[in-house]
């Protein structure tokens, strides 16, 4: 892939209406994506890794299914899946397997710690039912078969960290050239 394929129609994505949005009651979609990236980059994560953060709900822009906090969620439209889906396109497993996992990283935190699910959002409590609510033994046995299992937990809770109104941002751009280093230097 050209370095220009990946950047310009994410930097797209994240300067549309629907990235201004709010994400939770704290922080727009844009917002939570920039703190997100933030987290993993001051965490000394990878490039890959910080890619994967900043870019970990995309999905929700792709498939547009952001619904206002105060209404509830009555379906769960895999937006990790769809996002993963997406960025397959210029990304290899070390960016796409913790976008696609996030999801059922908060299940397996829930499951195998009790205390953490009184760390989450409002929002991600309630998607967190129609998302299969916490893990059984058995899944959590599953999920850790996957050998980007670590990658997907440091992930979420740089994403459940990422909902803070007080935080200065940079602009998306700012993140271009990483963004189109680790896709350019994705084997094709
Ligand atoms: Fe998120």
Same mark, same amino acid.
């Given at each position: 892939m050209s370095e220009s394929e990946a950047g310009e129609p994410i930097l797209a994505l994240y300067s549309s209406a629907a990235s201004h949005?709010? #994400?939770?009651?704290?922080? %727009?979609e844009l917002e939570h994506a920039l703190q997100a990236g933030l987290l993993a980059d001051e965490a000394g994560a990878p490039p890959e890794l910080i890619v994967a953060a900043l870019l970990h709900d995309i999905g929700h822009l792709v498939v547009n299914d952001l619904v206002p906090i105060d209404q509830p969620l009555t379906?769960? *439209?895999r937006h990790e899946e769809a996002g993963a889906r997406y960025l397959r396109q210029w990304f290899d497993p070390r960016v796409c397997a913790p976008v696609a996992l996030h999801v059922a990283a908060k299940r397996y935190l829930c499951g195998v710690d009790e205390? #953490?699910? *009184? %760390?989450?959002s409002a929002s991600s409590v309630r998607s967190l039912e129609v998302q299969g609510g916490p893990m059984s033994t058995p899944e959590q046995v599953r999920f850790r078969s996957n050998e980007r299992w670590r990658d997907a937990v440091a992930l979420r809770l740089w994403d459940d960290g990422a909902?803070? *109104?007080d935080m200065s941002l940079p602009s998306f751009d700012e993140w271009l050239p990483l963004i189109n280093h680790v896709a350019s230097s994705t084997p094709g």
């Open positions: 949005r709010l #994400y939770d009651e704290q922080v %727009t379906s769960d *439209a205390s #953490y699910r *009184a %760390t989450l909902k803070r *109104a």
